[in-house]
T-cell receptor, first 111, second 114 residues
């Protein structure tokens, strides 16, 4: 039973444009959501997070939006840069303890 | 302390051998996690420690897998009688005390069972 779903395995975007990565979840008990970025042969690196009491959190070029009623969150990267090319994982915190991850979306930013 | 450290980075072993991985978390973090990741998948939860207590184990963790965190600092993950299906990246992460905080991951240990 996949509680966190990233339905787009990959996304290709032109440099300078917006990248939008999507994530859906099924467990209404999740109260904290995170995005991680991963390069090959490295561990995931924390990018940005959002609490369930908010609907938006912004950090530089990265913004995360949360729609609790739809159980959906998205990560916006503006403007996209070639160095953003990586795998992006959506994760949700379960009962304050365990992070549950989606399968990831491969982002390719073309220059 | 610069982050979560895992050792070794790579391990190649023959099927049937035992392997042990080590994780050193960020020093002030009392929560420690082990995850496994295979190609095309997200990190899959294996087990979780709060201090030295192992509070949760995934159903995926067969009896060939055991993890310890004897003094609430570093942790080890042992796989006995390795199988080819154990080939994966094994990731360790740690988190601090506050409720909604991010987990910091190590670089991972890449296990290949031949």
């Amino acid at each position: 039973d996949q509680q966190v779903k990233q339905n787009s395995p990959s996304l290709s975007v032109q440099e300078g444009r917006i990248s939008i990565l999507n994530c859906d979840y099924t467990n209404s008990m999740f109260d904290y959501f995170l995005w991680y970025k991963k390069y090959p042969a490295e561990g995931p690196t924390f990018l940005i997070s959002i609490s369930s009491i908010k609907d938006k959190n912004e950090d530089g070029r990265f913004t995360v939006f949360l729609n609790k009623s739809a159980k959906h969150l998205s990560l916006h990267i503006v403007p996209s840069q070639p160095g953003d090319s990586a795998v992006y994982f959506c994760a949700a915190l379960e009962y304050g303890n365990k992070l549950v991850f989606g399968a990831g979306t491969i982002l390719r930013v073309k220059s | 302390d610069t982050g979560v450290s895992q050792d070794p980075r790579h391990k190649i072993t023959k099927r049937g051998q035992n392997v042990t991985f080590r994780c050193d978390p960020i020093s002030e973090h009392n929560r420690l996690y082990w995850y496994r990741q295979t190609l095309g998948q997200g990190p899959e939860f294996l087990t979780y420690f709060q201090n030295e207590a192992q509070l949760e184990k995934s159903r995926l963790l067969s009896d060939r897998f055991s993890a310890e965190r004897p003094k609430g600092s570093f942790s080890t993950l042992e796989i006995q009688r390795t199988e080819q299906g154990d080939s994966a990246m094994y990731l360790c992460a740690s988190r601090g005390d506050r409720e909604n905080t991010e987990a910091f991951f190590g670089q991972g240990t890449r296990l290949t069972v031949v």
